[in-house]
T-cell receptor, first 117, second 112 residues
Framework: DTGVSQDPRHKITKRGQNVTFRCDPI?????LYWYRQTLGQGPEFLTY????????KSRLLSDRFSAERPKGSFSTLEIQRTEQGDSAMYLC???????????????FGSGTRLTVV | GENVEQHPSTLSVQEGDSAVIKCTYS??????FPWYKQELGKRPQLIID?????GEKKDQRIAVTLNKTAKHFSLHITETQPEDSAVYFC???????????FGGGTRLMVKP
């Protein structure tokens, strides 16, 4: 399967702990996105990268959230000092930006379900 | 920023009937409108999309229409089957970047 991979699939953590999630996009895709989805809601945009550059991060929910894509391939999303309100599904998606003619289609990963207890 | 409203939040139809889900968007510069199907516990999957230079697109039993003037777009599923039961999300692409703003979702239930 050459789709978008996310690890772990599930994470249970105690309030106040730090957590890190990983996303491996489709190899030829240069754009990578992070979304959060709470129960019964649509995905909510957090941040995105084009190659290794983080082009939009103002939607990250607080300064406890950070993301990296150091070599333009996989990405990590870290949440520091987790709170119960951080419990959600964290989805990663990737797409190919071909410049003048965008390929708008996203492929989502299966997500990481975070539970903060 | 962009705001996408989706209706209805739940929709129940008999197998074989048609289903229509409607979305409105606020940013007139949005130019790409995908629809995703999400089954319980699974990833959202793209089922159809439409760009702003097209008014309608069809793929077998699924069609999407776009009214740019009114800033709304709709998903039409004909001859519904039980396996169409899922949550459907509409989305709109911002003019800058490729970020999608999603609607709140519609839970479609197709009764056999």
């Amino acid at each position: 399967d050459t789709g978008v991979s996310q690890d772990p699939r599930h994470k249970i953590t105690k309030r106040g702990q730090n957590v890190t999630f990983r996303c491996d996009p489709i190899s030829e895709h240069n754009r990578l996105y992070w979304y959060r989805q709470t129960l019964g809601q649509g995905p909510e945009f957090l941040t995105y990268f084009q190659n290794e550059a983080q082009l939009e991060k103002s939607r990250l929910l607080s300064d406890r959230f950070s993301a990296e894509r150091p070599k333009g391939s996989f990405s990590t999303l870290e949440i520091q000092r987790t709170e119960q309100g951080d419990s959600a599904m964290y989805l990663c998606a990737s797409s190919m930006d071909r410049g003048i003619v965008y390929d708008y289609g996203y492929t989502f990963g299966s997500g990481t379900r975070l539970t903060v207890v | 920023g962009e705001n996408v409203e989706q209706h209805p939040s739940t929709l129940s139809v008999q197998e074989g009937d048609s289903a229509v889900i409607k979305c409105t968007y606020s940013d007139s510069a949005s130019n790409y409108f995908p629809w995703y199907k999400q089954e319980l516990g699974k990833r959202p999957q793209l089922i159809i999309d439409i760009r702003s230079n097209v008014g309608e697109k069809k793929d077998q039993r699924i069609a999407v229409t776009l009214n740019k003037t009114a800033k709304h777009f709709s998903l039409h599923i004909t001859e519904t089957q039980p396996e169409d039961s899922a949550v459907y999300f509409c989305a709109a692409r911002h003019n800058a970047g490729n970020m999608l703003t999603f609607g709140g979702g519609t839970r479609l239930m197709v009764k056999p």
